[in-house]
């Protein structure tokens, strides 16, 4: 998955010119060869392929400002690389926002590698996901299963939130049976789950045999399924709220999907996190994980649901939240993580024989980030894990301390479209903005 990018140079160069913008354009193929490929250059006012994703200008000179009519006909975003480093040169700012005001040329300028890497990933997934590829989803009469009065408030599973995200960003959702997958594990033999299990063991504490073979099964039932479908880049399950068709749960699964296929996963059915998830991935490739976020503003809305009594006593607790899902911090796939640990289940809802992950990220900074419920937006909200929080018996038996950076906790109370965070680790604010830009979509920073 690589973005197209036709390199422009300009007329009247001289010899040392052409010399120097062939070495700079060596040198970007060389830099990021995993991102993009090269289309054959073009001089400027000759016609762009539509196939590009973006033009590269690697070199700059007053003769730019002649012209104008040339530029502002380039209708794909432009990116400037002019430095020997990959990234833009400081003398080029004057140019740049001379193409941004000027001309109201779509203008993209990195000041590190780690930039343009997240725009160029970001054009080749915009592209993916335009060409119609599939995010699986097993679920058979969602909201009406376990904890109906809470499952029926769910906006992802409308219709209508189908048909805007498949309309905003080309992708097919498409739904199967989770009643009917369960039955196609059920039917795996044994020994097939054991070879399995036996290569790719994971670690795993006072869960038994019989549940690690239950959720080995599950795991090989939506491979199989996911081979059957083709071009699947992402998979979930209503899990919780139609538990009553599984005797185990899919973290297991979830870990493998993403560490062996490296396919996203979502807990719970919800796509609208399956999309953030895909579109935030694919651009940052850095840790991240969903989890529920439970503020300290909303107190015991949040306190009885995790069948604890007070959260925990600290300063300033109006900017602070815990991250709990499950019982534990929530599922992140073994690499994300700094301690990952397969337990047995902790809610009441799922079967007795389900099993849970009990995982860390690292400490320090994080951003959570989401698309909204209109796909015409994505919230960020700059955040720190400060420690983990233990509630021995309840379900919070590992959560996160969360913290918000700009001591915004009743603003983030006003921004959030969902009780499901996406955590990502590190500051990566502007690199989420320059992603949003390639999309196309509003942001904001909490």
Known sequence: MKAKAISLYFEGRNDREVEEYNRQLDRLKEMYADEVCFMESVCIGSNI????????????FGAVFKESERLKAIQKPVMILTS??????????EIVAWLRDELKMNIFFPYNCEIARVIFR?????????????????????????????????????????????????????????KELNERADSIEDERA??????????????????????VKLYIAVKEVIDETGDVYGVGCNCLNESFHSCTTPCLAWNWIFEYDHIIWACEGDTITMLSKFMLYTALKKPMMMTNIYPFLIGMAALKHEKINEFPQIDD???????????????????????????PKVLEIVNEDAIVIDCEMEKGKITMAKVRPDMKKITIIEAEIEDYVQYPGSDCRNGALIRYRNNSGHKVMESLSSH???????????????MARVYGIEWEVV
């Open 122 to 178: 970001s054009l080749a997934a915009k592209k993916l996901m335009g060409s119609g590829i599939k995010f699986l989803m097993f679920q058979d009469e969602p909201g009406e299963g376990m904890q109906a009065y809470l499952f029926k408030k769910f906006y992802w599973w409308d219709k209508s939130c189908t048909e805007l995200m498949e309309n905003a960003f080309g992708i097919k959702i498409l739904y199967k049976s989770y």
């Open 194 to 215: 054991w070879a399995l299990w036996e290569e790719r063991k994971t670690p795993c504490e006072n869960v038994s045999d019989r549940c690690i073979l239950k959720a």
């Open 420 to 434: 499901h965070a996406i955590i990502i680790q590190g500051d990566v604010t502007h690199l989420l903005v320059q």
């Open 317 to 343: 607790p109006d900017n602070h939240a815990l991250g709990v899902h499950c019982g534990y911090f929530g599922f992140a796939p073994e690499s994300f993580c700094s301690r990952w640990v397969m337990r």
């Open 84 to 93: 020997e480093f990959g990234t833009v040169e400081m003398w080029d700012w």
């Open 49 to 60: 392929s539509s196939e590009a994703d973006i033009v590269i200008i690697p070199q700059l």
